[in-house]
Structure formats: C-alpha cells, structure tokens
C-alpha cells in the first residue's frame, strides 16, 4: 500500500519540477523569448545586420518610363489632385469663417485652434484615406523629400506635385466661388508674413516647420519602425497630422503657416494680390542671399 501511494506522489513531484523550470526559463528570457514581444527602444535594435525582421522596398529608379502607361499611376494622381483640393476647401472655409468674424468675438469663431485642427484633422483623414492609393502625400514638399530618399521616381514626383497644385488652385477657387467679397475682403487664405516680424522670420518659421512635418513622415512609415514596435499598435496618419496641427499652433501667427507649398501657391494664385506675392518672393530672395 505505501509503494503504490509513494508512485503518483514522485510523479506529481516530477510534474511540478518541469513546470517550475519552464518558469524559470521564461523569467529568465522574459519578453525577448516570444518575437512579437520585443522590447521598446534601443534595446529592441540588438542583433546584427543579418538578423534583420524587416524588409525595406528597394529605391525607386529616377525615372521609370513605364509608369506613364499604368492607370495606377493615373488613379494616384488623381487621388492626390482630389484629396488637396478637399484640403484646401475645409482649412480655407475655416480661415474664412474665423477672419470674417464681424463681431470680432473670440467666441464666435473656432480661433487659431480651431483653424490649426482643421489643417491638422483634414490632413489625418486624406492622409488615411488615399494613403493605399497614392500614399497620401498632399504636399509637394513630402513628396520632394520623399523623391530624394528614393521612395519615388522623378516621373511620379513631378505628377503628384502638379496636381497637388492643381487641386489646391481648385479648391482655393471654390471657396471664392462661395464666399467671393469675404474671400477678397479677408486675405483669402493666403500667407503673408505678420506686422512686427521680417522676412527672416517667416523663412525660418517655414523651415523649422517643415523640416518637423517631413520628419514625423518618414518616421511614421519607417519599415523598421513598423518591424520593431509591431507590439505598439500606431496609425501612420495619426502622427502626421498631429505634427500639421502642431506647426500651425506654432507659425499661424506669424506666417499663417505655409508648411505645404501647393496649399500656399492655391490661395495666393486665387487671392491674387500684391502682399500675397510679395512674401512669396521674398522668402525665395531672402533664401538666395542667405
């Protein structure tokens, strides 16, 4: 009776030895035992150069003939034609609507946050909804960045810039169709640079501005970024128009923000008046002699 009560008990025993070393193994590797567990930071860029959990696209050829005869290439120029046009409508709308406040209330209008989401929530939503068409870039100068990182070739750069223009004037112009004498009489949405800053000023604002713009781009679609913090669920959009709502917080007072060049050449080609050119070509002036 003793001997067939000791068996099971040394078998139990066993059990609970395998299992105690199982969870000694797992505390002792932790998160890095699991490859969808690894950890955040730099230790998650440990292991050498052929250990690598990431794939990065090749770069694109500086000039790719072949594009010109797809209808992809087409339906990405016309989604960024159409999603700056709906860029330049919203955030334009809503300049006008805080500018052309007659009571001049604070309160009746949405105020420089409201114009700075409205730049910001625009550029989110575009940004996620033409990103798996075009990549949503809607702004020649992400989309110049982007061509002298060899994400694109120069065929596809200079398109998606051209109807990003086109699409800005457009929307610009419907806006004035609307809104004619309070689009005229309030600056039309255009940048200019503010009384008591200079020229200097408004150029390094947009510098500053864009190069943080640009930045969180190619961070937000980094391939190992997306490799590395697979654990850490982040939407792409999120950061990039968070980063436009920000730059606008910062340089609306002083530039009206004009951290994308086609929405600045659409309002000043629409509004058409001297100051609106005359900060134009100056920052292109002030940027040569410096």
């Known amino acids: 009776i003793i001997s067939s009560t000791s068996q099971p008990s040394q078998g139990q025993e066993l059990s609970e030895a395998a299992a105690m070393e199982g969870k000694e193994e797992d505390v002792r590797l932790g998160a890095n035992r699991y490859s969808e567990h690894q950890p955040i930071g730099t230790a998650a860029q440990g292991g050498g150069a052929d250990e690598k959990d990431y794939k990065e696209p090749p770069p694109a050829p500086f000039f790719e003939a072949g594009e010109l005869t797809s209808w992809s290439f087409y339906r990405a120029g016309i989604a960024e034609f159409l999603a700056t046009f709906l860029f330049l409508y919203i955030s334009v709308l809503t300049v006008m609507g805080v500018v052309g406040n007659p009571s001049g209330s604070k309160c009746g209008t949405v105020g420089i946050q409201g114009i700075a989401w ?173």
């Open 118 to 290: 409205s730049f910001g929530g625009m550029i989110f939503v575009l940004v996620y909804c033409t990103a798996g068409i075009s990549g949503g870039h809607i702004n020649p100068a992400v989309t110049f960045g982007l061509f002298l990182a060899r994400k694109l070739s120069l065929t596809r750069a200079v398109f998606y810039i051209v109807m990003q223009c086109l699409g800005a004037i457009c929307g610009a112009g419907v806006v004035k169709g609307f809104q004619t004498t309070l689009y005229q009489g309030n600056g039309g949405g255009a940048n200019s640079v503010a009384p008591g800053y200079t020229k200097g000023d408004g150029l390094g604002a947009e510098i500053v501005g864009t190069f943080v713009l640009v930045y969180t781009v190619f961070s937000a679609t980094d391939a190992k970024r997306s490799a590395r913090d697979s654990h850490v669920p982040i939407l792409a959009p999120l950061p990039i128009g968070f980063a436009v709502f920000l730059v606008h917080l910062a340089t609306i007072p002083i530039t009206g923000t004009g951290i994308n060049p086609a929405r600045s050449l659409g309002a000043a080609i629409i509004y058409n008046k001297k100051q609106a050119w005359d900060d134009h070509v100056s920052r292109i002036n002030t940027l040569h002699h410096h």
